[in-house]
C-alpha cells in the first residue's frame, strides 16, 4: 500500500499525559500537513511542511503541539500534557509540489483523552 | 468571520433529487477552489477541483464566483451511494487549504 499511513488509529490516555502520532507520507509528495477533526465539523489546518521546513502553523495551535519531519519523509505530532479538548482525530495529507490540489489523507488517528 | 462557510445541514432528498450546496469564502486572495466528499468514519477524499469557468464531471457540477466569493455544488439525479458529508475547500497561493465544516446529505430510497 503507497497510500497515507498513519500510527497509531487509536490512542487513549489521562489528561496530563504526553502522546506522539506518526505519519508517513506518500514517498514522492514534498508536503506533508496534520489536520484535527471533531464530530461534526470539518478538518481544521494544524501545520504543514515542505519537505523538512514547517512552513506554516495555525495560530490555534498551542504551545503544547509540536509538530517534526526532520527528513522530509515522515513527520510526527506532539500533543504535551494532554486536555480532554484535545480529543480528536488527528489526520495527516500530503500532496506533490507544485500545488496539484488533491491532498490524500490518512485514516487518522483517533485520541481519547479521559 | 469564519474563512470559509458551508450551508447548514443536514439535506435529506430521494434518490433522482437535484441538490446545490454553497460556500462562501473570506480571503479574497484565495486562488484554488476544491470539493472534497467525506464517509462517515472515513478520511477526506477529492471530489473535484472548482474552476473559474465552473466545470462538470458527471452528475457534479461546481461552479465558482470570485466577485461574490462563493463556490457551489450541483449534484443531479441523486444516488443512496452520494450520501457524505461535502467539505467546501479553498487554498491561497503557498499556504494550507482551509476546509469548511462540511455538509451532510442523506439521500433515501
Known amino acids: 500500500d503507497t497510500g497515507v499511513s498513519q500510527d497509531p488509529r487509536h490512542k487513549i490516555t489521562k489528561r496530563g499525559q504526553n502522546v506522539t502520532f506518526r505519519c508517513d507520507p506518500i514517498?514522492?509528495?514534498?508536503?506533508l500537513y496534520w489536520y484535527r477533526q471533531t464530530l461534526g465539523q470539518g478538518p481544521e489546518f494544524l501545520t504543514y511542511?515542505?519537505?523538512?521546513?514547517?512552513?506554516?502553523k495555525s495560530r490555534l495551535l498551542s504551545d503544547r503541539f509540536s509538530a517534526e519531519r526532520p527528513k522530509g519523509s515522515f513527520s510526527t505530532l506532539e500533543i504535551q500534557r494532554t486536555e480532554q479538548g484535545d480529543s480528536a482525530m488527528y489526520l495527516c495529507?500530503?500532496?506533490?509540489?507544485?500545488?496539484?490540489?488533491?491532498?490524500?489523507f490518512g485514516e487518522g488517528s483517533r485520541l481519547t483523552v479521559l | 468571520r469564519k474563512e470559509v462557510e458551508q450551508d447548514p445541514g443536514p439535506f435529506n432528498v430521494p434518490e433522482g433529487a437535484t441538490v446545490a450546496f454553497n460556500c462562501t469564502y473570506s480571503?479574497?486572495?484565495?486562488?484554488?477552489f476544491f470539493w472534497y466528499r467525506q464517509d462517515c468514519r472515513k478520511e477526506p477524499k477529492l471530489l473535484m477541483s472548482?474552476?473559474?469557468s465552473g466545470n462538470e464531471d458527471g452528475r457534479f457540477t461546481a461552479q465558482l464566483n470570485r466577485a461574490s466569493q462563493y463556490i457551489s455544488l450541483l449534484i443531479r439525479d441523486s444516488k443512496l451511494s452520494d450520501s457524505a458529508t461535502y467539505l467546501c475547500?479553498?487554498?491561497?497561493?503557498?499556504?494550507?487549504?482551509?476546509f469548511g465544516k462540511g455538509t451532510t446529505l442523506s439521500v433515501s430510497s
Open positions: 514517498s514522492e509528495h514534498n508536503r
Open positions: 475547500v479553498v487554498n491561497e497561493a503557498g499556504t494550507a487549504l482551509i
Open positions: 495529507a500530503s500532496r506533490r509540489q507544485p500545488n496539484t490540489g488533491e491532498l490524500f
Open positions: 511542511f515542505q519537505n523538512e521546513a514547517q512552513l506554516e
Open positions: 480571503n479574497s486572495a484565495s486562488q484554488s
Open positions: 472548482v474552476y473559474s
